[in-house]
C-alpha cells in the first residue's frame, strides 16, 4: 500500500478541490467522504488533509466560515467549512485538465499505447 498512499499525495489537492466543488463541507466530512467514495481503499487522516486545506486557503483557493453543527444551537459544537473560491474554481478545472493528460499518458505507457 506504500505506492497507493504515494499517489494519495499526489492526489490530494485536486481530490479537495473537486469535493469541495460539489458543496462547502468541514474537514472531518471530506475525510469521510473519500473513504466511503474510494471503498476505504484512501483512507485519509485528519492530520493529511488539515494543512492542504490551511494552504489553499491562504492561496485564496478556499474560504473558510465557523458554523454551528445541526443541532447544537445555543452553545453547541462549531465546525469550519470550506468552499472555493473564483480562483479555486479555476484552479479545480485546471487540475482536473493536469490529471486527465497525467492519467491518460500513465495508462498509455502502462498498456502499452499512444498518450
Known amino acids: 500500500m506504500d505506492a497507493l498512499q504515494d499517489m494519495v499525495k499526489g492526489g490530494i489537492v485536486p481530490v479537495v478541490l473537486a ?8 474537514g472531518y466530512e471530506i475525510v469521510k467522504l473519500v473513504d466511503a467514495r474510494s471503498g476505504g481503499k484512501l483512507r485519509w487522516k485528519e492530520g493529511t488533509l488539515y494543512p492542504t486545506l490551511h494552504r489553499l486557503e491562504a492561496e485564496g483557493k478556499l474560504r473558510a466560515e465557523w458554523q454551528d453543527a445541526p443541532g447544537a444551537e445555543g452553545g ?10 473564483r480562483s479555486g474554481r479555476t484552479e479545480l478545472k485546471r487540475r482536473l485538465q493536469e490529471w486527465e493528460q497525467f492519467t491518460g499518458s500513465i495508462n498509455a505507457v502502462l498498456k502499452g499505447g499512444v498518450a
Do not use: N, P, S
Request: charged content about 35%.
Open 19 to 26: 469535493l469541495l466543488g460539489e458543496r462547502a463541507m468541514y
Open 76 to 85: 453547541g459544537r462549531r465546525r469550519k467549512y470550506y468552499a472555493l473560491t
